[in-house]
């Protein structure tokens, strides 16, 4: 079974600085995803950012990257240049290959002006 | 251009009476999702369909079942809603075995039971 841990139930930033949302695993598994997803109020899900248990780099996508640390089982997503628009509940999740989503309870970002 | 399109986007129905709700997909994905989101939880999966196989989750009650006709469509009914069904729906999709957790989600179903 899988287990993701987000511990900041909420996370403030002001607008332009970085920020970084931790998230913690565990698996049985040898191969397997991480991924972040992204839930405004509107309630979509928006998937962020992939990161494969077997990539040796960290995950870019733009203003967001993966902190992927596999000893210590954490992939925490760091935020750059923080927009007001990105205030929103963000999900850590995981997949073993050929497998289902596990998602953690997620941490609400509020950026300030 | 929506791609994962969910109808109806609000939708309320009676404690009991048997309610459906809908999804479609533009991205000819195999496998389609229908999750339950609570309240400041996480989205729970109820069932899966990869192609025409159908996958239930071991705690999904038997009260929620779902159709897939086709490769674009997927239905979500509930047979007697309950209060405890008042729930945000989530319909997503994902190519497959091909990073099955990279998923598209539609903007959701908000159900409210009366």
């Known amino acids: 079974a899988q287990k993701i841990t987000q511990t900041q139930p909420g996370m403030f930033v002001q607008e332009k600085e970085a920020v970084t949302l931790d998230c913690t695993y565990d698996?049985?598994?040898?191969?397997?995803?991480l991924f972040w997803y992204k839930q405004p109020s509107s309630g979509e899900m928006i998937f962020l950012i992939y990161?494969?248990?077997?990539?040796?780099q960290n995950a870019t996508e733009g203003r967001y990257s993966l902190n992927f640390q596999k000893a210590r089982k954490s992939a925490n997503l760091v935020i750059s240049a923080s927009q007001l628009g990105d205030s929103a509940m963000y999900f850590c999740?995981?997949?073993?290959?050929?497998?289902?989503?596990?998602f953690g309870k997620g941490t609400m970002l509020l950026v300030s002006p | 251009d929506a791609m994962v399109i969910q109808n109806p986007r609000y939708q309320v129905t009676q404690f009991g009476k048997p309610v459906t709700l809908s999804c479609s997909q533009t991205?000819?994905?195999?496998?389609m999702y229908w999750y339950q989101q609570k309240s400041s939880q996480a989205p729970k999966l109820l069932f899966h369909?990869?192609?025409?196989?159908?996958?239930n989750e071991a705690d999904t009650p038997d009260n929620f079942q779902s159709r897939r006709p086709n490769t674009s469509f997927c239905f979500l009914d509930i047979r007697s809603p309950g209060l405890g069904d008042a729930a945000m729906y989530l319909c997503?999709?994902?190519?497959?075995?091909?990073?099955?957790?990279?998923?598209?989600f539609g903007p959701g179903t908000r159900l409210t039971v009366t």
């Open positions: 997503a999709t994902s190519r497959g075995a091909d990073k099955p957790g990279e998923q598209y």
């Open positions: 698996t049985s598994d040898q191969s397997y995803g």
């Open positions: 990161q494969g248990s077997y990539d040796e």
């Open positions: 999740a995981m997949s073993p290959l050929s497998s289902t989503l596990t």
């Open positions: 991205l000819n994905h195999n496998v």
């Open positions: 369909y990869y192609d025409k196989d159908f996958n």
